[in-house]
């Protein structure tokens, strides 16, 4: 038969007699978006997202159920036509409701799939589970162990019981590959492009993770003797065992990463050197400068900070502090100073902090942890000055009341006139800040910002200086170890563009995510189905063994202990979010995840066999019901054709 001639996008085209407009599109490669479409089932047009607009007649018509004619000219594409899919997928999510991505992995920094994860513990495959930490956390060992967790506060379990010791699984599967080894990913071939990063901290060490596997030479630079940054030399092995981030690094090296240690940036090495022998370079030199008090007397001997302090006791230099040690600040930092001052004899260990507990940035368990040590904290209370006693230090300190909310959001300490009271101490450590210390040639050319960080364009990590990036506690100020990896990640991916001539901050279109909301905001039914769990205690060592050794002091979870834990993740996420048809034409059409207070009254999630349907994911859009009516087979055949065609999620494998 004779082809129908016609046109679509200003091409002249054929089809043969009888296909629809969007059987002609396809066959000459024009791509229209489709959500209830598919190509082995009746067509309807019921969604209304594959309508085009037929030139010099004004309308706008269905392309999968509207079949070509002779001289036909049609327009898949423009503003008016984008508004109106916009219009209908935003009806059918009106509809739709549930989770895209879980409540966990979008609190996590670095967006790690740990549902993904967490689910193939619990079926016992491990080298899966560390395959999918990897993909966003290439520092699996030393992250389970130090990251405070920020996914288990969003756990959807709270609203049961207790949220999934998600942390310790990611440590449980890090450990797994250091008892049985496990196989390095495969790198692209090589670019010979050369990358230079200053700083084998979290952000470094992770931009040399993906800088290698696409196929780019690195070198790392780095003042100490080892890898690791603040993680070798900020925190106490008792925590963080060296052996631990020595396996972490291991990969690079096996990789191909060059390191350089003892390279200290602005002497040995510095910007201008490196641009001239590299394509690219990468700043991730953290924040290591302590803050100062600001008080009289912090310049005595007995006084210092907790950085320094915890970096000679890093690499053996530190001596004994006494038998009273005054810890000032409220962070990690102060934390892990307090305890590291008792593993090293002292008798008495007090904390002064400015504000309450609550207000503590430090890790909650690691505050705990300090206490049952025994460490003593003196909350609300100052220091004002440190004099040299006739028996050690002493430090002058006053009371403090909680006025205003400051600029960190937290109630401004306000001191209390006549509460002036003094503490004998033979070591004060300070702990209260840290600062970035950048060297000047470095400072003038990338660009920083008043506080001295440095200045880089969010999406790219670009600085001011072609081909120079930032990312880590040197960008931020200090900050989480699993942030600095999240920007350790981001660099890495902008350079990659940088390098193959692309633009660096081109990172695409945020994926659009539907959600319940907040992680108690689920459907009571949802937390009704779960059957209760009590979380399985992460094994440690008695406070008083811990107090004066620096063994680990949380041993971690056997394989048992793993599976039983991982077992009582909730599965927020959805099982089809990887090729959700509604999810992918929400993000290229711009659509905004809708604002609605949901009754759920029709929520359920059924199973049958290895089945499962979520009916307030479901959009009426009948492509169930068509499948149903047209394929042919075994009652596998037709489950595994309805999991496939459908295109919002409500219908998946278990």
Same mark, same amino acid.
Request: include cysteine.
């Given at each position: 038969?004779?082809?129908?001639?016609?046109?679509?996008?200003?091409? =002249?085209?054929?089809?043969?007699?009888?296909?629809?407009?969007?059987? !002609?599109?396809?066959?000459?490669?024009?791509?229209?978006? $489709?959500?209830?479409?598919?190509?082995?089932?009746?067509?309807?047009?019921?969604? &209304?997202?594959?309508?085009?607009?037929?030139?010099?007649?004004?309308?706008?018509?269905?392309?999968?159920?509207?079949?070509?004619?002779?001289?036909?000219?049609?327009?898949?594409?423009?503003?008016?036509?984008?508004?109106?899919?916009?219009?209908?997928?935003?009806?059918?999510?009106?509809?739709?409701?549930?989770?895209?991505?879980?409540?966990?992995?979008?609190?996590?920094?670095?967006?790690?799939?740990?549902?993904?994860?967490?689910?193939?513990?619990?079926?016992?495959?491990?080298?899966?589970?560390?395959?999918? *930490?990897?993909?966003?956390?290439?520092?699996?060992?030393?992250?389970?162990?130090?990251?405070?967790?920020?996914?288990?506060?969003?756990?959807?379990?709270?609203?049961?019981?207790?949220?999934? =010791?998600?942390?310790?699984?990611?440590?449980?599967?890090?450990?797994?590959?250091?008892?049985?080894?496990?196989?390095?990913?495969?790198?692209?071939?090589?670019?010979?492009?050369?990358? @230079? *990063?200053?700083?084998?901290?979290? @952000?470094?060490?992770?931009? %040399? &993770?993906?800088?290698?596997?696409?196929?780019?030479?690195?070198?790392?630079?780095?003042?100490?003797?080892?890898?690791?940054?603040?993680?070798?030399?900020?925190?106490?092995?008792?925590?963080?065992?060296?052996?631990?981030? +020595?396996?972490?690094? %291991?990969?690079?090296?096996?990789?191909?990463?060059?390191?350089?240690?003892?390279?200290?940036?602005?002497?040995?090495?510095?910007?201008?050197?490196?641009?001239?022998?590299?394509?690219?370079?990468?700043?991730?030199?953290?924040?290591?400068?302590?803050?100062?008090?600001?008080?009289?007397?912090?310049?005595?001997? #007995?006084?210092?900070?907790?950085?320094?302090?915890?970096?000679?006791?890093?690499?053996?230099?530190?001596?004994?502090?006494?038998?009273?040690?005054?810890?000032?600040?409220?962070?990690?930092?102060?934390?892990?100073?307090?305890? $590291?001052?008792? /593993?090293?004899?002292?008798?008495?260990?007090?904390?002064?902090?400015?504000?309450?507990?609550?207000?503590?940035?430090?890790?909650?368990?690691?505050?705990?942890?300090?206490?049952?040590?025994?460490?003593?904290?003196?909350?609300?209370? @100052?220091?004002?000055?440190?004099?040299?006693?006739?028996?050690?230090?002493?430090?002058?300190?006053?009371?403090?009341?909680?006025?205003?909310?400051?600029?960190?959001?937290?109630?401004?300490?306000?001191?209390?006139?006549?509460?002036?009271?003094?503490? /004998?101490?033979?070591?004060?450590?300070?702990?209260?800040?840290?600062?970035?210390?950048?060297?000047?040639?470095?400072?003038?050319?990338?660009?920083?910002?008043?506080?001295?960080?440095?200045?880089?364009?969010?999406?790219?990590?670009?600085?001011? @200086?072609?081909?120079?990036?930032?990312?880590?506690?040197?960008?931020?100020?200090?900050?989480?170890?699993?942030?600095?990896?999240?920007?350790?990640?981001?660099?890495?991916? !902008?350079?990659?563009?940088?390098?193959?001539?692309?633009?660096?901050?081109?990172?695409?279109?945020?994926?659009?995510?539907?959600?319940?909301?907040? /992680?108690?905001?689920?459907?009571?039914?949802?937390?009704?189905?779960?059957?209760?769990?009590?979380?399985?205690?992460?094994?440690?060592?008695?406070?008083?063994?811990?107090?004066?050794?620096?063994?680990?002091?949380?041993?971690?979870?056997?394989?048992?202990?793993?599976?039983?834990?991982?077992?009582?993740?909730?599965?927020?996420?959805?099982?089809?979010?990887?090729?959700?048809?509604?999810?992918?034409?929400?993000?290229?059409?711009?659509?905004?995840?809708?604002? $609605?207070?949901?009754?759920?009254?029709?929520?359920?999630?059924?199973?049958?066999?290895?089945?499962?349907?979520?009916?307030?994911?479901?959009?009426?859009?009948?492509?169930?019901?068509?499948?149903?009516?047209?394929?042919? #087979? +075994?009652?596998?055949?037709? /489950?595994?054709?309805?999991?496939?065609?459908?295109?919002?999620?409500?219908?998946?494998?278990?």
């Amino acid at each position: 038969m004779k082809p129908v001639n016609l046109t679509i996008d200003g091409r =002249s085209v054929q089809a043969a007699p009888g296909q629809t407009i969007l059987e !002609a599109a396809r066959d000459n490669g024009i791509r229209i978006p $489709t959500l209830c479409f598919h190509k082995e089932i009746e067509a309807t047009g019921s969604c &209304w997202i594959c309508i085009v607009e037929l030139k010099g007649k004004n309308r706008f018509i269905p392309s999968c159920s509207t079949k070509v004619s002779e001289g036909m000219v049609v327009e898949t594409s423009n503003a008016e036509l984008d508004a109106m899919r916009r219009q209908s997928l935003e009806r059918l999510l009106a509809q739709h409701c549930g989770d895209c991505l879980a409540p966990c992995e979008l609190a996590c920094p670095a967006g790690c799939d740990i549902p993904g994860f967490v689910a193939a513990i619990a079926k016992g495959n491990d080298r899966e589970a560390l395959e999918l *930490i990897r993909r966003t956390i290439p520092l699996p060992g030393i992250l389970g162990r130090v990251c405070p967790a920020p996914c288990e506060e969003a756990c959807r379990r709270h609203g049961v019981d207790e949220p999934v =010791s998600i942390c310790a699984l990611k440590r449980f599967a890090a450990d797994q590959e250091m008892a049985e080894g496990s196989e390095l990913p495969e790198r692209k071939p090589a670019s010979g492009k050369r990358v @230079a *990063i200053v700083g084998a901290g979290p @952000a470094g060490l992770t931009a %040399a &993770w993906y800088l290698l596997l696409g196929g780019h030479e690195v070198t790392i630079i780095d003042a100490n003797e080892k890898a690791g940054g603040m993680m070798r030399y900020g925190i106490p092995k008792f925590r963080l065992p060296e052996a631990v981030i +020595d396996a972490d690094v %291991a990969p690079l090296v096996k990789m191909g990463a060059t390191f350089r240690f003892s390279t200290v940036f602005g002497k040995e090495a510095d910007l201008t050197g490196l641009k001239k022998e590299h394509d690219a370079v990468l700043l991730t030199i953290g924040a290591s400068q302590a803050s100062k008090l600001g008080i009289p007397g912090e310049e005595l001997d #007995g006084v210092q900070s907790g950085i320094g302090f915890l970096a000679d006791v890093a690499d053996g230099t530190a001596t004994a502090p006494g038998k009273s040690v005054i810890v000032i600040g409220g962070g990690n930092t102060t934390i892990d100073a307090a305890r $590291t001052a008792l /593993r090293l004899g002292a008798e008495s260990v007090t904390i002064l902090y400015r504000r309450g507990r609550e207000e503590m940035p430090a890790n909650p368990l690691e505050i705990e942890e300090a206490v049952a040590e025994g460490v003593e904290l003196r909350l609300l209370a @100052a220091p004002v000055a440190i004099e040299k006693g006739v028996a050690g230090l002493v430090v002058t300190a006053v009371e403090m009341q909680l006025g205003e909310p400051d600029a960190s959001g937290r109630r401004r300490p306000v001191p209390v006139a006549g509460s002036e009271f003094a503490l /004998r101490a033979d070591t004060v450590i300070s702990a209260t800040g840290q600062q970035v210390d950048l060297p000047a040639e470095a400072a003038a050319s990338v660009g920083t910002e008043r506080n001295g960080t440095v200045t880089v364009q969010r999406g790219s990590m670009l600085t001011g @200086a072609a081909g120079v990036f930032a990312a880590g506690d040197c960008v931020s100020g200090p900050d989480l170890a699993i942030e600095a990896v999240r920007q350790g990640r981001l660099a890495a991916e !902008a350079i990659d563009r940088f390098l193959s001539g692309g633009d660096p901050a081109a990172t695409g279109a945020a994926m659009f995510n539907s959600t319940y909301g907040a /992680r108690d905001k689920a459907p009571h039914q949802f937390y009704d189905r779960a059957r209760p769990a009590a979380r399985v205690a992460v094994p440690e060592l008695e406070a008083e063994a811990r107090r004066r050794s620096f063994d680990e002091a949380v041993t971690g979870y056997d394989p048992e202990q793993a599976r039983e834990e991982a077992k009582r993740c909730l599965r927020c996420r959805c099982q089809a979010v990887d090729n959700c048809r509604l999810r992918n034409l929400a993000t290229a059409f711009g659509v905004a995840t809708p604002i $609605t207070e949901e009754t759920h009254e029709y929520f359920s999630i059924d199973r049958s066999g290895n089945m499962r349907f979520e009916r307030e994911k479901c959009v009426d859009c009948g492509v169930c019901i068509r499948t149903m009516e047209s394929v042919t #087979g +075994d009652v596998v055949t037709i /489950r595994e054709e309805l999991i496939d065609h459908c295109p919002t999620g409500a219908i998946s494998g278990r």
